[in-house]
């Protein structure tokens, strides 16, 4: 039932941030961001197609909701952090993560374990530059892992912004060839 509501606002959300028109559109991108990163499984990059037409030159505008995005998901992922830090001691809400239909906890937690164990929050930065892979999957096994709330806001933005650039790269890129 929860999944199912979630679901349907996120795709709610999708809409609005696809039709998100000027400056005030730019508020959309950052809360949508900031939900991305510990509620909504939805994909992040959606942010990189808001008609915004904010009067500055595409790169600008491209650079800037790059960074509002990025942001939005740091900030959030401050939040999830919290609430992983809670999950450490929350039996009821890891056995509800390992129930969900994306069986989030037992898909992720090799990898991102792993990337976490080897790499620490380098690791979670290059985990959420992948394109199209759940941030909030990548979030959440992390934050059980970590303890910094700083180190891991700013892996979340640097992640972040580089999943939004390689986005805008491949995407661009096949724009230009087609």
């Known amino acids: 039932m929860l999944e199912t509501v979630i ?6 959300l999708e ?7 000027g400056w005030p559109g730019m508020a959309v991108i950052f809360a949508y961001s ?29 650079s800037s909701v790059m960074l509002v995005s990025a942001i939005g998901k740091a900030v ?8 992983g830090q809670e999950v450490k001691r ?3 809400v890891t056995r509800w993560l390992r129930r969900s239909r ?18 620490g929050y380098g690791g979670m930065a290059i ?5 199209f892979f759940p941030d909030t999957i990548s979030i959440y096994a992390f934050a059980v892992l970590e303890t910094d709330y700083v180190r891991f806001a700013a892996a979340t933005f640097l992640g972040s912004l580089g999943r939004l650039l390689v986005t805008a790269g ?3 890129g096949l724009v230009t060839v087609f």
Do not use: C, M, N
């Open 7 to 12: 679901a349907a606002v996120g795709g709610g």
């Open 15 to 21: 809409a609005v941030v696809e039709t998100a028109t």
């Open 34 to 62: 900031f939900l991305i990163a510990f509620v909504l499984p939805g994909p992040s990059e959606i942010v990189l197609i808001a008609p915004l037409d904010l009067g500055l030159p595409s790169w600008a505008q491209l």
């Open 76 to 83: 959030g992922s401050v939040l999830a952090f919290h609430i």
């Open 90 to 92: 929350a039996g009821p």
């Open 102 to 119: 994306w069986d989030v906890l037992q898909w992720s937690e090799k990898r991102s374990v792993q990337l976490a164990q080897q790499y």
């Open 127 to 131: 985990a959420l530059s992948v394109p």
């Open 170 to 172: 491949v995407f661009g």
